[in-house]
């Protein structure tokens, strides 16, 4: 009897830290926590997190996905809303309390402290300069925390080198939590040669699960034949992770949603990979992943830990009688 191949051998380096952080965390513990508290259906406005696996499991328990309050039903006005973890303009809420609806703020506490730092630099009589991708529902909400025209929008070092400021004197900076740190540390750099009296945000505005997903990358890509990164493409941290990742020097980085989405017959001579997940991104696609190659390949898991993370941000005061088993986010995370 001919013996089958054997499977070729696999090094999976696998990034510690990876995936959820505690704003995306909480964020889905508040829809999943409010559906038990109340029943469905309960409102989010804009995906939760950027993850499509993500918003189906929460539909599939009861959530409705919504873009804009009017989209409510008159006769729902008392079913919760909830708003995603990316934060909201100031109009939202207003929205909200104008129309008696009553909704549960999801906003990451690390965007609402940038969204206070950026009005403290508007009180200070500042101009406000948001480092940031123009569309992206954080940078949406953080300029919505101020009156038209207060904000101007820094996407790349072009425009940190042609903006023109009314007064050069009075300027502040903030920035979107999920940047790539070395970006925007060139932006800031072009920005400060050109304004030196440009005041800085009082504490960082990159995350520390930006930072630390980054950095973790960064050590782990060294040699690796590929890259995966889980995560959406509408996923800014994600997205950036990539980047990260062949810039340090992986021969090929991918992101991929799920293990279906992995080109099998181009990454066949692989002897390496390394392995991560944008903040977003649940650990059962992780799960997945490693499962996929394993059935092609003789694998062995090396945890790369750049990090220990121990954050974690509390639900709101109305959700916290409401008991958050492990059974409810096996979802996401999975039984393992
Ligand atoms: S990536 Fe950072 S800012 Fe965004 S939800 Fe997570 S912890 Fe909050």
């Known amino acids: ?173 903030v920035t979107q939590t999920t940047l790539s740190v070395e970006d925007t540390a060139g932006i800031i750099r072009v920005l400060q040669e050109r304004f030196p009296e440009m005041q800085a945000a009082a504490a960082e505005s990159i995350c520390y699960a930006t930072t630390n997903r980054q950095e973790a990358v960064k050590e782990t890509a060294v040699g690796a034949d590929l890259f995966l990164v889980v995560g959406a493409p509408n996923s800014s941290n994600s997205r950036r992770l990539v980047e990260v990742a062949e810039r340090a020097g992986a021969a090929r980085s991918l992101l991929v949603q799920r293990a279906a989405e992995i080109p099998w017959d181009e990454i066949g001579g692989i002897s390496v990979l390394g392995l991560s997940a944008g903040a977003s991104a649940p650990e059962i696609i992780v799960d997945e992943i490693i499962d996929a190659f394993r059935e092609r390949f003789d694998v062995s898991v090396d945890l790369a830990v750049t990090a220990t993370e121990t954050e974690e941000f509390p639900v709101m005061r109305a959700l916290r009688d409401v008991e958050l088993t492990a059974a409810d986010m096996a979802f996401v995370n999975g039984t393992r």
């Open 1 to 173: 009897m001919p013996q089958p191949s054997p499977k070729p051998p696999l090094t999976i380096r696998l990034c510690q830290p990876r995936g959820f952080c505690a704003g995306v965390n909480r964020a889905i513990q508040i829809v999943v926590l409010a559906l038990k508290k109340y029943g469905a259906p309960v409102y989010v406005r804009h995906e939760i997190v950027h993850n499509r696996y993500v918003v189906e499991g929460l539909q599939k328990l009861g959530a409705v996905f919504i873009e804009e309050l009017h989209e409510i039903p008159d006769d729902h006005h008392h079913c919760p809303v909830v708003f995603s973890a990316h934060g909201v303009p100031k109009s939202v809420p207003a929205d909200a309390v104008a129309r008696n609806l009553f909704y549960l703020d999801a906003t990451c506490p690390l965007v609402s402290k940038v969204h206070k730092q950026a009005m403290r630099h508007q009180r200070l009589g500042r101009h406000v300069l948001l480092i940031g991708h123009a569309g992206h529902p954080e940078v949406i909400g953080t300029m919505g925390q101020l009156p038209e025209g207060a904000v101007t929008l820094i996407e790349t070092e072009a425009d940190a080198k042609t903006f023109v400021p009314d007064d050069p004197a009075t300027l502040g900076f």
